[in-house]
């Protein structure tokens, strides 16, 4: 029985990991990591950036859409789905006696931490799964009708979802961690320099060929 435990535990973090880490196709960090340093973006360029170049704003959506539909599916309701983040930590806490990892068996208060932890988040995860269930994947009448009251109706903060999934990386993280001493490594930082360099390169075509246009 502790074997079998332990090799679910092992291939269910493998998994988490790989929809985190993976870049084929992008994991949950490289969509932070792109939303993000767009958004960081946007800040410093106010709305000179839709000057620079207008489908920038197209962009950041689309990427704010699929950061919410990756967040969604780790964190469904655990009766729905056996594969959310939440029924892997409430099965950690059933079972953390039985399972090993280099630093030792976890603690079932460290584990509860964890669920609490996500659980703190519950405003932002909900207003993400309204947006998902009534808009992206199912599209019901009211927005059939009216699709800008999606937004009114599941309002999101940006700060408060980087924050979400930060949560759900980290999560992931010590658990991997904990059982091999060491994270799997991600390009996160490659996508900050990636959108940087090419919001600078859209700048400097804009203004060679369109002198004035940005002053």
Known sequence: MKAQIQANYEQRLTRYAALIHGNE???LAAKLATYSSLLTQQARHGERLWR????LA????????????AT????ENPKRSDRSLFNFLEFCLE????ISSKSGPPSGRAIQDQLDELEAHRTTITMIMGRRD???AHLDKRYFADPAAICTDYPLNERAVIDLVNCVISIVGSHQRSL????????????????DNMVRNLEAGRRANFPGQLD
């Open 95 to 98: 079972n953390w006696g039985n």
């Open 180 to 195: 091999h001493g060491s994270l799997n490594f991600h390009l996160g930082e490659f996508y900050v320099i990636a959108v």
């Open 58 to 69: 197209l962009i950041i959506r689309s990427v704010e859409v699929d950061l919410h539909l």
């Open 72 to 75: 969604a599916k780790l964190l």
């Open 25 to 27: 196709p992008p994991g």
């Open 134 to 136: 009534k808009f992206f």
């Open 52 to 55: 620079i170049e207008p489908l």
